[in-house]
């Protein structure tokens, strides 16, 4: 037969099972919007039953351990979509710098190399003209000056991008040495009754942030997370974290070593420094080489026209463009055509309009006009080649956008499906605020009237006495 | 699915439709669809293709107004060149029929003798400082009077010039003849000569570029001296040799009413389209020496009017009329030059419309189109807010006391 003294006791663990729900449940709703916060539910268990004679009574509830709702699988989905996020956009951000200098405007590329044509048609209605001939010049020089605005934009945008790469490396090496500290700590928790779940929220909240740098592969284990890059390099193991280094290579670009000094730049794809490395080792040097060879083939070729007609003063013409330190008439190196190329003429007088040596003569113009229809050596029309590097710009800034767009979208819905597992509804918190109210209620009214059992049963014995 | 919290997703929809409406908005506002090359690089990249076409067509509409001035004012100058030889053949043909008195023949003579006046300075037109029947040497008038001796401002009786002084490497001595209308050209080489100048001289009277009678030598001056033995011939000399100074031409041997064409038979052409590139040059030896010696006949009938010869008057205006006709003949591919101009200036108006209608075609959006999407745009983000304002705010503890 159960005694009053078990029944208190069972209600008294009832009031400590509501009571340490409502405790999780105001938890819950004090993080409701805290980023990276796992819901937490109490696991309620029945105390074993005790036994008495042929009767056998429930022992009441105790609180076995708080529990984090986790989704491990949706959270390493996460942590990749996140680290082709910062990929797409580490791109985007670049390309939407250089594109406005592909933009049509005044000064474009395209837009000079026409002027300098149309200059050019124009001189040939009267090729003994002062005025003429000095807006061939102009023309001339205005050409240069965009090729070289172009070229410093792109080569600008890589010493910016390699700052970034050390920047990008030196965070990486913060982050896996917090990491790595959470580690032993999570491990001290697990099978208590404490709840490591904080420890375990900090920790992923560090390998998100890890994973908007570079691409991570995250493991579990009985001493806590792994981590490692993508390609394999060690990160974190157990309480040891692997620092990265960063070394100059010989073209001045930044490389990132792991711990033993082997150079892993190139297995570095995801993330902003993967963005990073590949804008800055990849894309914009194509579209360097595309815009220096247009450059340099563009000008030998006016050189090249140049040298077969004479002057105003009747001298054979001599170099249009120059590539410093290049001294014309040697051939210039492709590699810095486009920001080294500048106008080498001087006077107006200079441009060897003349194909009989009379300053009358336009005869040698023709020359520099079938340039705009001739095929340049890399194979097309320079129009042709302008307009092929401007397809190139807006084709790498279209996908990087759309790739941005698209993880964005992604990531919205894996968030959706986290946030259902481990999110915190104000709803149903609430909901389960009055649940464990109600129960605090009921067992305390259990308290109550056992209370009045034993006031009447202590005055069962005084009256009798009497 | 268990939804905790939808503001991610309200956030979401609202900077779509907000991004929406933004470009919505600027394309009403620019009228462009494509306003970088990243909203679409094939069409932007084909506009750029494009633009540097417009930029051609714009060229060739700009040359073409350059150009059809100087044509017409060559036309107009030739013209005037035609109405003074059929005055010419006119005065010829009077002074021709035996009735004329000395005085007669003589005013006739002077009159044509203004008639040829006339033909030299239209054979000079300039335009805008181009003279524009001198071939391409068009920076100085291309017909001028001619003498029959030249000598060199180098050389004298105490230090004349010796056929073995040497000439400057480069330098250019000319030699035009008013009979031939021709140019004979010499450019000095390393080791050239006063001799090798004298041999090539002659050496071109051989050839038929100048006259027979034209001679070379150093004269009792010590000068070189370039000169025609035939009183009614004449010459001009030029050179900018060093060691023979200057060329002039020597006192009392102009040769009245002899012409030397100075300039060349070169011409130039100025492109108008694609594939048309049009002549905007006659050169004055192919209009006036070529067919016809246009001076010469002109000459040659004062002389015959002068000496009172009526049966050269006769062999003279017979001449000029040939002269005549070949003028005339000249003018030809001139108006159909003219005329050729005129309608490529239509066609380039048409093709800047074209190429306008194609630009628009890739990169712009309607007006209507453009308002339409805003609109929509509008209402969307209209709807999308009015959603988030209505859905967000509710949640069960409103409604628990």
Request: glycine share 8%; proline share 4%.
């Amino acid at each position: 037969m159960g005694s009053l003294s078990s029944s208190l006791s069972i209600a008294v663990q009832a009031l400590n099972a509501a009571s340490g729900a409502l405790q999780a449940t105001n938890n819950n709703i004090a993080n409701a919007n805290t980023p990276g916060y796992t819901r937490e539910v109490p696991i309620l268990q029945e105390v074993a039953p005790t036994t008495d004679g042929n009767l056998s009574v429930g022992g009441g509830v105790a609180i076995e351990a708080y529990q984090s709702v986790r989704d491990e699988l949706v959270q390493t989905q996460i942590q990749n979509e996140t680290s082709a996020q910062s990929g797409a956009n580490a791109q985007l951000t670049s390309m939407q710098q250089i594109q406005p200098t592909f933009t049509t405007s005044t000064q474009d590329i395209g837009t000079d190399i026409s002027a300098l044509f149309s200059s050019i048609s124009s001189l040939s209605t009267n090729p003994s003209s002062p005025s003429s001939r000095q807006a061939v010049l102009t023309a001339g020089q205005n050409l240069a000056t965009a090729f070289n605005t172009a070229s410093n934009t792109l080569t600008s945008q890589q010493v910016g991008l390699n700052t970034q790469v050390t920047s990008d490396v030196s965070q990486i090496n913060q982050l896996t040495q917090q990491i790595a500290a959470l580690n032993p700590q999570i491990a001290a928790l697990k099978g208590t009754e404490s709840n490591g779940g904080t420890l375990e929220d900090q920790q992923n909240q560090l390998i998100l942030q890890l994973s908007a740098i570079t691409n991570v592969s995250v493991t579990q284990g009985k001493d806590g997370v792994t981590l490692s890059t993508g390609s394999g390099t060690p990160l974190v193991m157990g309480t040891q974290s692997f620092t990265l280094q960063t070394t100059t290579a010989s073209n001045g670009m930044t490389d990132v070593l792991d711990q033993n000094g082997t150079d892993i730049t190139k297995t570095i794809t995801s993330g902003d420094l993967g963005g990073t490395i590949q804008t800055r080792d990849t894309t914009i040097p194509t579209l360097l080489t595309q815009l220096d060879t247009l450059a340099n083939q563009f000008g030998a070729a006016f050189n090249t026209a140049q040298s077969t007609g004479t002057d105003l003063n009747g001298a054979t013409g001599t170099a249009f463009f120059k590539f410093p330190p290049t001294v014309p008439p040697a051939a210039a190196p492709v590699a810095g055509s486009a920001g080294s190329i500048t106008l080498a003429l001087t006077s107006p007088s200079q441009i060897a309009a003349s194909s009989d040596g009379t300053a009358g003569s336009n005869g040698n113009l023709v020359n520099f006009s079938a340039l705009q229809t001739a095929t340049l050596p890399a194979g097309q029309t320079p129009g042709d080649a302008y307009a092929n590097l401007v397809y190139q710009v807006g084709s790498l800034t279209s996908n990087a956008n759309s790739e941005s767009t698209a993880t964005t979208a992604s990531l919205l819905q894996l968030n959706d499906q986290l946030n259902s597992v481990s999110g915190v509804s104000i709803d149903q918190e609430s909901a389960n605020l009055i649940m464990y109210q109600t129960a605090y209620e009921a067992a305390a009214r259990v308290v109550t009237t056992i209370q009045s059992m034993f006031t009447v049963t202590m005055a069962m014995g005084t009256a009798a006495a009497d | 699915m268990r939804i905790t919290n939808m503001l991610p997703d309200v956030q979401y929809q609202i900077q779509q439709s907000q991004q929406a409406l933004a470009t919505a908005t600027q394309q009403l506002s620019t009228g462009l669809r494509v306003n970088q090359p990243s909203d679409d690089p094939s069409a932007y990249s084909n506009m750029v293709i494009s633009l540097g076409i417009s930029a051609n067509v714009d060229t060739y509409t700009s040359n073409i107004s350059s150009v059809l001035p100087q044509m017409q004012t060559a036309d107009s100058a030739i013209s005037s060149m035609v109405t003074s030889l059929n005055t010419a053949i006119t005065l010829g043909t009077q002074g021709a029929n035996g009735t004329n008195s000395t005085a007669n023949t003589q005013a006739l003579a002077s009159q044509v003798e203004g008639l040829l006046t006339n033909v030299v300075a239209q054979g000079n037109t300039s335009f805008q400082g181009v003279f524009i029947f001198g071939g391409t040497e068009s920076t100085t008038p291309p017909f001028v009077p001619a003498s029959t001796t030249y000598n060199s401002s180098n050389g004298t009786v105490a230090l004349p010039l010796a056929s073995t002084s040497g000439l400057t490497n480069g330098s250019v001595t000319t030699v035009s003849d008013a009979t031939t209308g021709d140019t004979f050209t010499f450019k000095a080489t390393a080791g050239d000569t006063v001799a090798s100048l004298i041999t090539a001289i002659s050496n071109a009277v051989s050839a038929g570029t100048l006259s027979s009678g034209v001679t070379a030598g150093i004269n009792a001056n010590g000068q070189l001296s370039i000169g025609t033995n035939n009183p009614a011939d004449g010459i001009v000399v030029s050179t900018n040799d060093a060691t023979l100074g200057s060329m002039s031409a020597a006192p009392g041997t102009a040769v009245p009413n002899a012409y030397a064409y100075v300039g060349n038979g070169n011409s130039n052409s100025v492109q108008v389209g694609e594939s048309m590139s049009v002549p905007t040059n006659l050169p004055g030896n192919q209009l006036l020496f070529s067919g016809a010696n246009v001076i010469g006949s002109l000459n040659q009938l004062i002389t015959a009017l002068q000496s009172g010869n009526t049966s050269q008057v006769g062999t003279a205006t017979t001449a000029i009329s040939a002269a005549l006709n070949y003028v005339s003949q000249q003018r030809v591919p001139l108006d159909n030059t003219i005329s050729q101009l005129n309608a490529q200036d239509s066609t380039l108006s048409q093709e800047t419309l074209n190429l306008t209608t194609q630009q628009t075609a890739l990169v712009g959006i309607s007006t209507a189109d453009a308002a339409t999407n805003l609109s929509q745009a509008t209402l969307e983000n209209g709807a999308v807010l009015g959603a988030a304002a209505k859905a967000l705010p509710e949640t069960l503890l409103q409604y628990l006391q």
